[in-house]
């Protein structure tokens, strides 16, 4: 039986490698095999920052909304737990962009949420 070399293959997928990690310091951008491993970490740490950026955000959101309700002396959980009562379905992105940049339409929903 003929023998399988694999050699347009295995340089293709060399190449292939080798692209993803240009910008990679050292050795790992050149050579495949330490350059396979720091491809296969970099992927790793890229899966747990993009779980990692949605709890920042959210984080970063209820600062901004709290921060916003100081003036009207109403603490963050009060004013979540009120707008779940009156039914008022504003998620927390939402409330955090429009108290940045339309405050007099945020105002008016904390009065609503007063009554």
Same mark, same amino acid.
């Given at each position: 039986?003929?023998? *399988? &070399?694999?050699? %347009?293959?295995?340089? /293709?997928?060399?190449? #292939? $490698?080798? !692209?993803? *990690? &240009?910008?990679? %310091?050292?050795?790992? /951008?050149?050579?495949? #095999? $330490?350059? !396979? ?12 920052? #993009?779980?990692? !950026? ?15 309700? !100081? ?45």
């Amino acid at each position: 039986m003929v023998r *399988v &070399k694999k050699g %347009k293959t295995r340089h /293709k997928k060399r190449e #292939r $490698l080798l !692209k993803k *990690v &240009k910008g990679f %310091k050292w050795k790992r /951008k050149s050579k495949y #095999r $330490l350059a !396979k491993d720091a491809l296969h970490h970099a992927l790793e740490h890229a899966f747990v920052g #993009r779980k990692e !950026k949605k709890r920042k955000m959210r984080a970063l959101w209820q600062t901004q909304i709290g921060a916003a309700l !100081k003036p009207f002396g109403i603490s963050y959980s009060k004013f979540i737990s009120k707008l779940k009562e009156k039914k008022i379905e504003l998620d927390r992105k939402i409330l955090a962009q429009i108290s940045q940049t339309y405050p007099e339409i945020f105002e008016e929903i904390v009065e609503e949420i007063k009554k």
